[in-house]
């Protein structure tokens, strides 16, 4: 069997090789910027992508380089840092390499040795075994999917303007959003403020304020993880712009023309709908899978590798596995499997880059545990809710809780200026700024 190509450099100092530049990733880099290391940097992107934004430029309120910094200017005075533009194939955790291919495949496989090994490679949205209905209702979670969303959400309007039928008319003013969590309902508001304040002298033949926005969630309440007391908040919220909270309703179809719902009694539903957004749901990167065979451990139902109470592989020491795709045994061998949202990522990630610095010297760091700070959702301009622990918020004293966390969270101070302004402007002005269709129709693009 022909081996891969090593990429070497000196045999010392320590190489530390970061797979993934989420918030775990660049999190684990900068705790060891002054540490006597070596960092690879690989990612199939070259940029991190603060992910709690993208549906807002779904919805046309933020661009996508608002919300994502390239890695080379982010470690750019990083000396000890090298980016590494490629994909990671396999790992071979006996020879201490990580497999990568350049994304176009133009360049053979390399092989990039390592001393530690972080993987940090986050998770997808889950279809639960209908992988196929993807293709009818994209995701929000990736810059590419929210950018693809944006112009279906706008081209629904603009192709209901042209419609001569009312059938065909209400088909493409019907939006479903599948997932109450966070995410959907924040994109579902976006949706409706879009529809019924940016969009409402725009149109001719059509008043966008009729279109209907339907959130689906399988649970009893949106926002599970929240207070009962803030998710009714947050769906008195949502019915103010116009949207339709279905709880305790499953999608069990998605096609081209129509998403079909059952009730709870079970009854089926066929709703005519042009643009449906995937917001249900998660599933590991498959990294997290091919990890758990090589290393002998275990996955969960969503994908999830089992690691340490420190965060690394069982059995093997030099490796830890950060964020969505883990999950944490704690000192009493119980299983801990923690919510998939930034704050966890990032603190695992300090927590790695200390436990590293700690081995180099040849002493030992406490079992990770996370600090729960409270969640934080936006239905729409003004309206949010705000969990603290010590205290629960909602309406406008939540809505600037939320900008201010996001904006402290968001990395480059030109992403956090120009954001400010962007927000500053739609909020005085109900206007949007990247309401840009770049996929006509069929999904191709235009020059």
Do not use: C
Not at 84 to 110: G, I, K, N, T
Request: proline share 6%; charged share 20%; net charge neutral.
């Amino acid at each position: 069997m022909n081996t891969p190509p090593t990429e070497t450099s000196s045999q010392s100092p320590h190489r530390v090789v970061v797979v993934g530049g989420g918030f775990a990733g660049i999190t684990a880099v900068k705790g060891l910027r002054h540490a006597p290391v070596e960092i690879v940097v690989i990612d199939r992107r070259n940029f991190h992508l603060f992910q709690p934004l993208t549906y807002q430029v779904a919805t046309g309120a933020l661009s996508p380089g608002e919300i994502a910094y390239p890695l080379r200017a982010l470690f750019k005075t990083f000396p000890n840092v090298k980016v590494m533009l490629a994909e990671v194939s396999d790992f071979d955790l006996e020879r201490r390499q990580v497999m990568v291919e350049s994304p176009d495949q133009r360049h053979a496989p390399l092989s990039v040795p390592y001393d530690t090994l972080i993987v940090a490679a986050g998770s997808t949205y889950s279809y639960f075994g209908h992988d196929e209905w993807a293709d009818f209702a994209p995701d929000v979670k990736s810059l590419e999917s929210a950018v693809s969303v944006r112009s279906r959400i706008l081209n629904a309007f603009e192709m209901a303007e042209l419609a001569e039928r009312d059938s065909t008319r209400s088909a493409a003013l019907t939006f479903v959003v599948v997932g109450g969590g966070p995410t959907g309902v924040e994109t579902a508001g976006q949706i409706g403020e879009l529809a019924r304040d940016t969009l409402r002298r725009d149109f001719r033949s059509i008043d966008p304020g009729m279109a209907r926005v339907l959130l689906v969630d399988t649970g009893e309440r949106m926002l599970s993880s929240f207070p009962p007391s803030l998710s009714r908040r947050a769906s008195r919220s949502l019915e103010r712009l116009g949207v339709t909270p279905m709880t305790s309703h499953t999608v069990i179809d998605v096609d081209a023309e129509a998403v079909t719902i059952a009730d709870p009694e079970g009854n089926h539903q066929r709703i005519p709908a042009r643009t449906v957004v995937w917001a249900a749901g998660v599933k590991a990167s498959k990294l997290a899978q091919r990890l758990a065979e090589v290393g002998g451990s275990e996955v969960d139902a969503v994908g999830r590798v089992t690691v340490e109470p420190d965060l690394t592989l069982p059995g093997h020491l030099e490796v830890l596995v950060l964020g969505d795709m883990v999950r944490v045994h704690d000192a009493g061998g119980n299983t801990e499997p923690l919510p998939g949202v930034a704050p966890v990522a990032i603190q695992q990630g300090r927590y790695a880059g200390e436990h590293i610095i700690a081995r180099l010297k040849g002493s030992t760091t406490a079992p990770f545990r996370y600090r729960d700070k409270g969640n934080l959702a936006t239905i729409g301009r003004g309206r949010a809710v705000a969990d603290l622990g010590f205290v629960r918020l909602s309406g406008p004293v939540a809505w600037i809780a939320w900008l201010v966390v996001h904006l402290w969270y968001l990395i480059g101070f030109q992403n956090r200026l120009l954001v400010l302004i962007r927000w500053s402007f739609s909020f005085f002005t109900h206007g949007r700024g990247s309401r840009l269709i770049d996929q006509p129709r069929g999904g191709e693009t235009q020059p």
